[in-house]
């Protein structure tokens, strides 16, 4: 065979892959003649084909999902498909699936690109939260587990790129419409709440002027409901007096929650190709985004609070309190309500141009920005101002094995309205700007006017890329292609953390005052039977605010956590790459792949305050910090064909991940402390490090693939990272004068200007090794009255060895020893069902804590099933149905509860969120 036989050999069968997908030939002998009946393969199981069909001609490790439509991915959410892939899972967030590790690596060590650029994200990091994307307007995700030189970002996990779709290579007009409906399982667990939702989808693309023109326009409008019912603890306590030493309650939240996701999205895409040397893309997508929760429940005080407790029962083996008894406690009713809103644009342009069969040059330029919003605010009620006024109720509460939490007996009826009244029951905290406002320094209030509390973070974040490469062919020994190009972005991310107390407009320093609820505000009751508190008094504490029944103190007068949390980091990055593309042959067999290197430059300019707290008040002042950074990345891909349906795959690369943007500004806190420290530093610093620079890796994979159908295929895979300069807590002494200008400040006689700096450092590191098992199956290959049966497998196996700089053993975050994907399926004839199911060990996952700072807890492993039936009219004969297709979806059917837990006793819940069932009735119709 010829040198350039071979070379299109890998094309001509990437060809028969992609015929096999729109249509798989059945041939039978009858009487000496040969007759090919043509079997046109639809919905889940052309996904499925699409899917192997981009694994099988990748030029590196990848995984992919596919629409066999636009609007028909085959789950309701982006990240839902995704988490279906070997070496893939997600975490849930209120409920949704939304934040996706790859092989055991959480979100921020993963890159997410939107046609090949990368984007902006929603969240205080870089982690993409994928329930902003909708599904109905993408026609697939491929994630890559390798890198290539020419990808144009940089994650140590991966890097996840979302697609929309091609209109000229659909050669046909579509027009399409999508329709849902959807019902939680849970009635509306609060009064003003949803348990209703809809979906809708528009879909229109269509060729022009001889098929040199394209277009694809969608617009997508959703509106989800989602119902929670929370166990969650404050935490337990091991020096409670007369239990000292045992572990027991200290506190507990619990509440009901109902929301609603709102999410209108457009998405254009006009594709010219005027000749066959000029290809341009333009694209844009808008997404306006809003999450609304209600969330109602009652603070219970036990260990950490007033009364005294005794204890019922303890389980002597492992020291844990399961039942005790506190008397004269009070409670905090909460009526809270948070709204999160996100407004993203994002636009692309994107043009080649072939200046001859051998030399062609790209040129890309995108944008992206994000702008979100928070508003979250607690609103307290309870039957008397301050911690000594109002009834007290004597509670007992019980662990009844298992980790769903404790539940409670009381004697007290919190759906009194005349009982429980707006106003602070207890008090959370000193304040000085509250005091010194409401001058109650030495009152019977004194730091007794916190009624409520609001939140209010704020994020930007904006991206602008530019791209220039390309790509020649070539004849110089095992090369045949080169590839080589430039690439600019310059980002953006500035955060404002801000917070407000919420004090009664009839409150005063001499008589307090609570307030009654008004009628027009009162909404019902809502139940907390599930933890045994009864009903609570349910009242519309945002129109109370709308209205002027509170009024606000800024928070970062006194609390300087505000400012340590405030920053603006801007990042350019310039990189080059070259890559050339290989082809040889060893022992007979066609080798193929790719070797390249990349070079990745990074200018940071962080700008944020240092600042301290001075007579109970903070002052601060401007800092800007720059550093810079290089990095030189080399790749390897290589794909050895043992024949047609096996390939040997091999992989080897250096990669990074950078630091979190609230980790690595420059906003900090600085303290004098009368003692000095063990390192013999006066002064204490607190806050980001601008200095920290990426985490690195170098990857190896190793992988066996044999595509034994058009719709089959198992896979065997192995990988190793070894981890360097991994990000830990740690500290180190600095000189004062990096953040302070000193010649104004009179130190004490012996007093040194360094000081002990807190923050996260470089340092560290370790392996993590893992292995891969995937199978497509077909039933057809047993039997063909099997045909439309199938089956999708995979198991993946991780585990690691890594040391923070004092050699003690760390987790990393978002990493499951195990993870499981089982999908079986039929489609055929019409008709189509599909049972999934999800599973994935105990990690550490990330959960928004207090004042909505990222906050790393214990998650529970889970097992997560859904189903769905539906039929496609194409098949019916029913005239005028043809291009009508409906279904019914159910997600969680398990109620799968999320877990997380507080310290390594099973019994030691921190939260238990259970969910319900949700169902999904829809139907797509395509003209």
């Not at 497509?776 to 049966?789: A, K, R, T, V, Y």
């Not at 199938?790 to 020893?817: C, F, Q, R």
Request: overall charge negative; hydrophobic content about 35%.
């Amino acid at each position: 065979m010829s040198l350039t036989n071979k070379r299109f050999r890998p094309a001509l069968l990437s060809a028969a892959i992609a015929a096999s997908a729109v249509s798989v030939g059945a041939f039978a002998q009858e009487e000496g003649n040969t007759q090919l009946e043509e079997i046109t393969v639809t919905g889940f199981r052309k996904s499925v084909m699409d899917s192997i069909g981009t694994k099988r001609d990748a030029k590196a490790v990848v995984e992919a999902i596919s629409a066999e439509d636009i609007g028909k991915l085959p789950d309701s959410s982006i990240a839902e498909a995704i988490s279906r892939l070997p070496g893939l899972a997600t975490q849930r967030l209120d409920g949704r699936a939304s934040r996706v590790t790859i092989r055991g690596f959480g979100e921020n060590e993963s890159a997410t690109t939107f046609n090949g650029r990368e984007q902006v994200s929603i969240s205080d990091n870089r982690g993409v939260e994928f329930d902003l994307y909708p599904s109905e307007i993408m026609s697939g995700v491929t994630v890559y587990k390798t890198p290539t030189a020419s990808l144009d970002a940089e994650g140590i996990a991966g890097v996840i790129d979302m697609q929309t779709v091609k209109p000229l290579s659909r050669g046909e007009r579509v027009i399409q419409f999508n329709g849902q409906m959807e019902q939680t399982s849970f009635d509306k667990l609060n009064p003003d709440g949803e348990d209703q939702g809809h979906r809708g989808t528009f879909s229109y693309i269509d060729q022009f002027a001889d098929d040199t023109i394209g277009v694809a326009f969608a617009y997508n409008t959703m509106s989800s409901p989602n119902q929670e019912e929370r166990w969650n603890t404050w935490g337990y306590r091991t020096d409670a007096p007369g239990l000292e030493g045992y572990s027991v309650l200290g506190g507990a939240k619990p509440f009901v929650r109902s929301s609603l996701l709102e999410r209108d999205s457009a998405m254009l895409v006009v594709e010219l190709q005027p000749n066959e040397k000029l290809h341009t893309t333009l694209d844009a997508l808008y997404v306006d985004f809003s999450d609304e929760k209600i969330l109602r429940g009652i603070e219970i005080p036990v260990a950490w609070g007033q009364g005294a407790i005794t204890a019922n029962d303890i389980d002597e083996e492992t020291g844990f309190v399961t039942s005790a008894t506190t008397e004269g406690q009070r409670v905090v009713v909460r009526n809270d309500l948070e709204t999160r809103g996100a407004d993203l644009k994002s636009f692309g342009f994107n043009t080649k141009y072939d200046f001859s069969d051998s030399f062609q040059l790209e040129f890309d330029a995108s944008h992206s920005a994000v702008k979100r919003k928070i508003w979250s605010f607690e609103s307290y009620s309870g039957t008397g101002r301050g911690d000594s006024e109002g009834i007290a109720d004597d509670l007992t509460y019980t662990f009844d094995g298992g980790n769903t939490g404790a539940k409670f007996e009381h004697g007290l009826d919190y759906s009194d309205w005349n009982l429980i009244q707006m106003g602070g029951p207890l008090t959370w905290g000193w304040s000085q700007a509250l005091n010194d406002k409401y001058g109650l320094a030495g009152s019977d209030y004194e730091n007794a006017a916190q009624d409520g509390f609001l939140n209010a973070p704020e994020i930007d974040d904006e991206l602008t890329s530019l791209r220039l490469a390309a790509t020649q062919m070539v004849e110089a020994g095992i090369v045949n292609e080169i590839s080589y190009g430039v690439s600019y972005r310059d980002r953006e991310k500035e955060k404002r953390s801000k917070g407000y107390y919420m004090t009664l407009a009839n409150f005063d320093a001499e008589n307090g005052g609570m307030l009654v609820v008004p009628e027009e505000y009162r909404l019902g009751s809502v139940s907390l039977d599930f933890i045994g508190m009864g009903d609570m008094i349910a009242y519309d504490a945002a129109a109370m605010l709308r209205d002027g029944y509170y009024d606000l103190t800024d928070e970062a007068l006194t609390g300087i956590q505000h400012l340590t949390k405030s920053y603006n980091v801007g990042e350019t990055v310039t990189s080059a790459f070259a890559q050339a593309s290989l082809e040889t042959e060893i022992a007979g067999l066609p080798l193929t792949g790719s070797a390249g290197v990349r070079y990745v430059y990074t200018e940071v300019d962080t700008k944020g305050y240092t600042g301290k707290v001075e007579n109970g008040l903070v002052v601060a002042e401007a800092s800007d910090v720059k550093h810079d950074y290089g990095h030189v990345l080399p790749s390897l891909n290589l794909a050895l064909a043992i024949d047609e349906q096996q390939t040997l795959r091999f992989g080897a690369a250096k990669t990074i991940s950078r630091a979190r943007m609230d980790e690595m500004n420059s906003s900090v806190s600085f303290e004098f402390m009368s003692t000095a420290d063990a390192n013999g530093n006066n002064f204490k610093i607190s806050g980001g490090n601008p200095y920290l620079e990426p985490k690195e890796a170098i990857g190896l994979d190793l992988s066996y693939e044999n595509y034994f159908s058009d719709e089959g295929y198992y896979s065997v895979a192995l990988f190793w990272k070894d981890l360097d300069s991994w990000h830990f807590d740690g500290n180190y002494e600095v000189d004062m004068s990096e953040v302070l200008d000193l010649s104004s400040v009179e130190l004490p006689e012996g007093v040194n200007t360094t000081a002990t700096r807190y923050s996260k450092i470089n340092g560290g590191g370790g392996t993590l090794q893992g292995y891969e098992l995937s199978l497509s199956l077909p039933f057809n290959l047993f039997s063909e009255s099997l045909d439309g049966f199938g089956l999708l497998a995979s198991h993946t196996g991780v585990s690691s060895d890594i040391t923070d700089p004092n050699g003690s053993d760390y987790e990393l975050p978002g990493l499951s020893d195990s993870i499981q994907n089982l999908t079986f399926y039929y489609d055929n004839h019409g008709f189509s069902a599909r049972t999934s199911v999800r599973k994935r060990s105990d990690f550490k996952g990330e959960v928004y804590g207090v004042g909505f700072d990222s906050q790393q807890v214990d998650v529970v492993g889970e097992t997560i099933v859904d189903a769905q039936l539906g039929y496609d009219f194409g098949e019916s004969g029913i005239g005028g149905l043809e291009g009508l297709s409906v279904y019914l979806q159910g997600i969680n059917l398990t109620d799968e509860p999320f877990t997380t837990l507080s310290g390594d006793n099973a019994l030691q819940v921190r939260d238990y969120q259970s969910y319900g069932k949700t169902y999904l009735l829809g139907f797509s119709y395509k003209l």
